[in-house]
């Protein structure tokens, strides 16, 4: 394929001489002519593993050039791959100026050019940017229509300084966030001879993946940096804890946790996070990250709440009461403070969970929810249609198929919260439903 790649420097530069290797004709375009002469003259306009040696090939095979022009560029090439930087600005916003920039540079010359053409945005920008900014300015610069002879995608990058050549041919995926066929047969030729999967999403989709990757290893860094502090306080050489901590590959080091969902509760989590809290205040040790899970769960509770009361109140039938499903523990659920929250509010509840029996509750679990909600025995049923009679809102906490086939059936004029994600409720036509995350 013939591209062209707009903005050569980290990301632009590494993709340019990656996809001229590839077998692509690759034209370079910059608005600082010091890099374009550097590449032409077979250099590297940047300094990382690689690309150096690649560029030097490369140009003499005539694999790549580059060129301040944009117009000679997007004439030139079949497809146009925007890299230019989006540094935030003082509200911590990215900048689009040269975004916007380059598009009005494409669309201009795209006015002048028949066929279709294909534009790549490769810059890290917020969730929407592509089909709400990217595409309708695209659209009025050039005068084509997307779809038609203008295809627009969205592509992250993933490269990391010092490793940029090897993430580029070895990822653990290729993001095609795309709204056509045609749009995702251009990525699929593009990256054709990269062994990793290529996953076609939504734009938005592919947009937001580079955030939370992002976002997660900032907080796995912090994580491990906060804990290092606190054990090492004790004597204890914090690497072997985390090294060992990464022996686990069924919950530490996996997808385990990491699917949206409800809050967390049970015996175990709130604890141990308050005794982590505890310990570090008493050795006056600041953790801010640790400090603040509580209070974000505590939260997403009360996201939950206001989900329910921006319906007016009403009868509610709670699914669910124990903090996850198989299990009679209520010892700090998320759900009972969730139940304990709307009879503060006047809201009737009735309770369903099919683990959770009145007269099988003792010890610690029976005095903890005796002590949050007095009586609960009065509201919890054992029988779904008596829970769903004369609710107007329906609470997914956790439901099993018998559950959900029930609420399904006697769906028709109630709203539906779903703190647990059961796509046969969301795929209902006829009904008020709301997910906690989706």
């Keep these: 394929m013939k591209i062209s790649v707009f ?5 632009g530069a590494v993709s340019g001489v990656c996809l001229a290797e590839m077998g692509h004709e ?60 989006t540094p935030s600005g003082p509200d911590g916003m990215p900048s689009m100026a040269a975004l916007d920039a380059v598009i009005q ?9 028949d066929g279709t053409h294909a534009v790549v945005v490769r810059s890290t920008v917020l969730p929407g940017t592509t089909e709400t900014h990217v595409t309708p300015a695209l659209a009025a610069a050039s005068g084509h229509v997307p779809g038609q002879d203008l295809e627009i995608c969205f592509n992250p990058e993933f490269l990391r300084e010092g490793s ?23 990525l699929e030729k593009l990256y054709d001879g990269i062994e990793a999967p290529l996953i076609r999403t939504t734009p938005r989709v592919a947009e937001s993946l580079k955030y939370v990757s992002n976002a997660f290893h900032a907080v796995k860094i912090a994580f491990a ?38 809050a967390f509760g049970g015996s175990c989590l709130p604890k141990e996070l308050r005794a982590l809290q505890s310990l570090a205040r008493s050795r006056h040790i600041d953790v801010p990250m640790l400090a603040h899970v509580l209070d974000s769960n505590h939260r997403h509770i009360e996201q939950a709440f206001e989900m329910i009361s921006r319906r007016g109140r009403c009868r509610v039938a709670l699914f669910g009461l124990a903090f996850k499903p198989g299990t009679d523990d209520l010892r700090e659920s998320p759900l009972v403070l969730l139940a304990e929250r709307l009879i503060g509010k006047g809201f009737e509840l009735s309770i369903f969970d ?48 018998d559950e959900i086939a029930a609420i399904r059936a006697a769906h028709h004029g ?8 059961v796509r046969e409720l969301q795929a209902l036509d006829d009904v008020d439903y709301e997910g906690i995350c989706w």
């Design 7 to 11: 903005g050569m420097g980290y990301v």
């Design 26 to 85: 690759v034209v370079g375009v910059d608005t600082n002519p010091l890099k374009v002469d550097l590449i032409n003259a077979g250099q590297s306009p940047i300094v990382e593993v690689g690309v150096a040696e690649r560029m030097k090939a490369l140009r003499e095979t005539g694999r790549i050039r580059a060129t301040t022009d944009a117009a000679e560029a997007v004439t030139a090439t079949d497809v146009s791959m925007i890299s230019v930087g």
């Design 105 to 113: 540079d494409i669309g201009r010359a795209l006015r002048a050019k």
């Design 164 to 186: 940029a050549v090897k993430d580029f041919f070895k990822p653990p995926f290729t993001i095609a966030g795309c709204t056509s066929d045609a749009g995702f047969a251009v």
């Design 225 to 262: 940096n906060e804990v290092g502090v606190l054990l090492k306080s004790l004597g204890i050489d914090s690497r072997e804890t985390m090294r060992i901590f990464c022996e686990d590959r069924d919950l530490n080091i996996s997808p385990a946790y990491l699917r949206p969902g409800f």
């Design 354 to 401: 099919r683990s959770v029996e009145t007269a099988r509750l003792m010890g610690s679990n029976k005095e903890y929810i005796e002590r949050e909600i007095p009586h609960f025995e009065r509201l919890l049923t054992g029988d779904v249609e008596r829970a769903l009679d004369g609710a107007r809102v329906v609470v997914i906490g956790h439901a099993g198929a």
């Design 414 to 421: 109630r709203t539906i919260i779903d703190l647990q994600g």
